[in-house]
Nanobody, 125 residues
Framework: QVQLVESGGGSVQPGGSLRLSCAASEFPLEDYSIGWFRQAPGKEREGVSCISESGGSTKYADSVKGRFTISRDNAKNTGYLQMNSLKPEDTAVYYC??????????????????WGQGTQVTVSQ
C-alpha cells in the first residue's frame, strides 16, 4: 500500500500563494503518476492537476490553468502543487493521489492506487 501524506495547506488572502507537498512512503512514487484533487463543502471531488511518472506530461483543470503548477521530485519521493493567485473559489480540501494513469477523471476508481489524507486550503479576506 502506497502511503501519501500531504502538507502545506493553510489560510491565505485572495491573490496569495501556497505550495502543497505530497510525500510518499512504503513505495517508490516514481512508479506512479501523481494527481491533485480537491473537494469543497457540498461538492464532488474534482481533478485539479496531474503529472506523469517522469514529469514530462502535465494536465490542468481549466479553472487553475496559468495559476497552479504541478511538479515532482522523484529523488525525494515527493510531488508538489504550487498555487498562485489564489481565489476564494479555490477553497477546498486538497488530496494527492498515486495514479496508474495520469488523468483528472475519477470515473475509474481502480486508477487510484492510494489517496493522501487531505490538507485544507482556505482563501478569504
Amino acid at each position: 500500500q502506497v502511503q501519501l501524506v500531504e502538507s502545506g495547506g493553510g489560510s491565505v488572502q485572495p491573490g496569495g500563494s501556497l505550495r502543497l507537498s505530497c510525500a510518499a512512503s512504503e513505495f517508490p512514487l516514481e512508479d506512479y503518476s501523481i494527481g491533485w484533487f480537491r473537494q469543497a463543502p457540498g461538492k464532488e471531488r474534482e481533478g485539479v492537476s496531474c503529472i506523469s511518472e517522469s514529469g514530462g506530461s502535465t494536465k490542468y483543470a481549466d479553472s487553475v490553468k496559468g495559476r497552479f503548477t504541478i511538479s515532482r521530485d522523484n529523488a525525494k519521493n515527493t510531488g508538489y502543487l504550487q498555487m498562485n493567485s489564489l481565489k476564494p473559489e479555490d477553497t477546498a480540501v486538497y488530496y494527492c493521489a498515486a495514479l496508474h494513469i495520469a488523468t483528472l477523471s475519477l470515473v475509474d476508481s481502480d486508477n487510484v492506487r492510494s489517496w493522501g489524507q487531505g490538507t485544507q486550503v482556505t482563501v478569504s479576506q
